[in-house]
């Protein structure tokens, strides 16, 4: 049987960087998730590493803030 692969230290540091440009940029959550079509709370655990989201969800995120999705992981 195949084992769920989790790579919590990537999340978190993806969810950090997420947090960085949001702030960058001046942006509040509950702007940029209704934007991204996703519930702000949704946004939240994915900034704290709580869940491993959807890559269409990382997508959205990305066009909500107006940035390239790689700028998600260019510190990472």
Do not use: C
Request: proline share 3%; no cysteine.
């Amino acid at each position: 049987m195949a084992k769920y692969l989790r790579d919590k230290e990537g999340i978190v540091a993806f969810g950090k960087r997420v947090r960085d440009i949001l702030l960058k940029k001046q942006l509040t959550q509950e702007d940029v998730a209704w934007e991204a079509g996703i519930e702000p709370m949704q946004l939240s655990r994915i900034e704290r590493g709580v869940i491993n989201t959807r890559i269409s969800h990382l997508l959205a995120i990305a066009k909500a803030m107006q940035v390239h999705p790689s700028e998600f992981f260019s510190k990472i």
